[in-house]
């Protein structure tokens, strides 16, 4: 299937939001549900008509659309340095998972199941944040390179913080997914720059 350069900047966005939100939460203890919303919505979409519906809207990424693009225009003064190591690691833990079958069907069981958490309760409720904090925790964070998360030890040690923390970076990585699936790799950023600018406008 051909992607737009859209599509691929959509995804993209959604790994800054992720890595971006991580930041907030880590610093500042609070984040909008509106920004959190469609990154937990995305781990329940597994079989999207496009790339738009995994994230219920384009508009729900605008949070993500503005970090990368003082990325992508190298807007030293907007750029928050831990923003984009968080998004870097996720992009490259991402490409560890891609080889791990076993670590992959895993995830899936265990997706499945916490499905039908968030039918019970919603996706937004604080068992199905708990529930997938623990996918993450149990599968990806056990690879040797992690996200080392920096911030205010006060907000960092109350549990649910620390659990929306690991929902997110788990929305991350499904969205690191999404890139690589829409034709997106590490060396884009690098020399694709004009090109993800244009798919941003195009957003």
Request: hydrophobic letters at 40%; aromatic letters at 6%.
């Amino acid at each position: 299937m051909q992607y737009t350069v859209k599509e691929q900047a959509a995804a993209l966005s959604a790994v800054f939001q992720a890595a971006g939100l991580v930041e907030g939460l880590a610093k500042n203890g609070q984040i909008s549900d509106e920004e959190f919303e469609p990154l937990i919505h995305s781990l329940f979409v597994t079989s999207p008509d496009n790339v738009e519906a995994v994230y219920n809207g384009y508009q729900n990424l605008f949070t993500g659309r503005k970090v990368l693009k003082d990325v992508l225009q190298r807007q030293a003064d907007a750029i928050q340095a831990d923003t984009v190591r968080y998004a870097l690691t996720l992009i490259h833990l991402e490409r560890k998972l891609s080889r791990n079958k076993k670590m992959l069907g895993e995830i899936s069981q265990r997706l499945q199941r916490c499905q039908e958490q968030a039918d019970h309760f919603g996706p937004m409720h604080e068992n199905v944040i708990g529930s997938l904090a623990s996918i993450y925790l149990d599968t990806i964070s056990t690879f040797k390179t992690r996200v080392q998360v920096s911030g205010d030890l006060r907000h960092l040690q109350i549990p649910a913080n620390a659990n929306k923390i690991r929902a997110i970076l788990f929305a991350g990585i499904r969205s690191a997914i999404l890139w690589r699936q829409t034709g997106g790799s590490r060396w884009q950023l690098l020399l694709s720059r004009k090109k993800l600018l244009e798919g941003l406008n195009q957003l």
